[in-house]
Each structure stands twice: as structure tokens, then as C-alpha cells.
């Protein structure tokens, strides 16, 4: 039972142009959200993070966007550069489990040059 | 400051075998998570330690199990192997135990089960 999906294994975006990567979720009781990023045969590397209490959070070219409604976030990277080539996954947590993540299946995102 | 350090990171077994992969956080941490990575499933959380005790387990059967040592340091174990075991195992430390930590993740060990 996937909690929190990715909908687009990819993404392609030209460098310099927006890039958009969504996430959805379907636990409300999901009350903190991360994104990370992953180069091959590395670690995923924290990226940017965002709370229930807020419906943005900006973090110089990354913003995330939290839209509780639709059980909806979306992690915008203005501009691309090609260094953000990666993998990006979301994951979310609900309140008192620790750091018990749900991650999504990620979103290869290539930012051509 | 060095990172959290997974060994080993790669390695084989066969089917039946168990395994035992260590995980070292960032000094200072005391929290200790570990994850399954397979294709197409994204991260699995598996359980996480704090301060020696378990806090949360995930979804997974009774074979796979771990343990935090006073250092904070950590080792998970999966015994009697399948081939479904074969994965990418991620440790990450966070400072905070809660749902405001930020998670920072090692390499990984890279399970491959014959």
C-alpha cells in the first residue's frame, strides 16, 4: 500500500527552465514532508522540507509547495542547472512515529543543457 | 564532520544464508534508521533505533532485525535469505527523534542474494 506516490518515474526540462516534480499522498494524518535527491551510488541528500502548518517553504532555487486539500506537494527547482540531474523522492511522516518516513518511488528528473 | 559510514558496501550471499550490515552516524546522533530500497518500491522504512531501544519497526517479517549499541552505532541482520532480500540498504542517523528530524543517509549496502 503506497502512502505516498510519484506519478512520473522522469522528467526532462531544458537548463535554465522550471522544473516541477509532484508528489501525492493519501494519509492525512501526514503532518511533515521532505524531499531528497539521489545521485547514483550515492545516499539520498536532504533537500528541502515542509509542515502541515505551511503551505510553502523556499529554500533558494527549491520551493515546496503543500497543498493539504488535495493531499498534493510539489517541489519546484527554479532555475535548472544540469548538476540537478537526480533522483528526487518525497517522503512524509505523521505525528509520534519517530522518524518512520513514507517514501515515494522517485522522479529521475535530467536537465538538459 | 564525516558522514554515516555503511559497511560493507557491497556483498553476495545464497539463499538461506543470514547477513549482518553495520551502519555509524554522524557523531552526535542518536537516532538511527534503516531502509529498503528496491526497484520500483522506492524506500521502505525498516525500523529505528534511539537511544538503544527500537522505536518503530516497519512492515517487515520477524528475519529481519537490528540492534543500536551505546555508541549509537548500529546493525541490522536478515537471516534465513531470500532472493527478494536482494536490495540497497540505507542507514540514516537524525538528530532529533521526531518528525522534525532531517534524515542523512549513508551509501548503502548493496545486498545481492543468489
Known amino acids: 500500500d503506497q502512502q505516498v506516490k510519484q506519478n512520473s518515474p522522469s522528467l526532462s526540462v531544458q537548463e535554465g527552465r522550471i522544473s516541477i516534480l509532484n508528489c501525492d499522498y493519501t494519509n492525512s494524518m501526514f503532518d511533515y514532508f521532505l524531499w531528497y535527491k539521489k545521485y547514483p551510488a550515492e545516499g539520498p541528500t536532504f533537500l528541502i522540507s515542509i509542515s502541515s502548518i505551511k503551505d510553502k517553504n523556499e529554500d533558494g532555487r527549491f520551493t515546496v509547495f503543500l497543498n493539504k486539500s488535495a493531499k498534493h506537494l510539489s517541489l519546484h527547482i527554479v532555475p535548472s542547472q544540469p548538476g540537478d540531474s537526480a533522483v528526487y523522492f518525497c517522503?512524509?511522516?505523521?505525528?509520534?512515529?519517530?522518524?518512520?518516513?513514507?517514501f515515494g518511488t522517485g522522479t529521475s528528473l535530467t536537465v538538459i543543457p | 564532520k564525516a558522514g554515516v559510514t555503511q559497511t560493507p558496501r557491497y556483498l553476495i550471499k545464497t539463499r538461506g544464508q543470514q547477513v549482518t550490515l553495520s551502519c555509524s552516524p554522524i557523531s552526535g546522533h542518536r537516532s538511527v534508521s534503516w531502509y529498503q530500497q528496491t526497484p520500483g518500491q522506492g524506500l521502505q522504512f525498516l525500523f529505528e533505533y534511539f537511544s538503544e531501544t527500537q522505536r518503530n519497526k516497519g512492515n517487515f517479517p520477524g528475519r529481519f532485525s537490528g540492534r543500536q549499541f551505546s555508541n549509537s552505532r548500529s546493525e541490522m541482520n536478515v537471516s534465513t535469505l531470500e532472493l527478494g532480500d536482494s536490495a540497497l540498504y540505507l542507514c540514516?542517523?537524525?538528530?532529533?527523534?521526531?518528525?522534525?528530524?532531517?534524515?542523512?543517509f549513508g551509501e548503502g549496502s548493496r545486498l545481492t542474494v543468489l
Open positions: 540514516a542517523s537524525s538528530l532529533l527523534q521526531g518528525s522534525a528530524g532531517e534524515l542523512f
Open positions: 517522503a512524509a511522516s505523521s505525528p509520534n512515529t519517530g522518524n518512520q518516513f513514507y
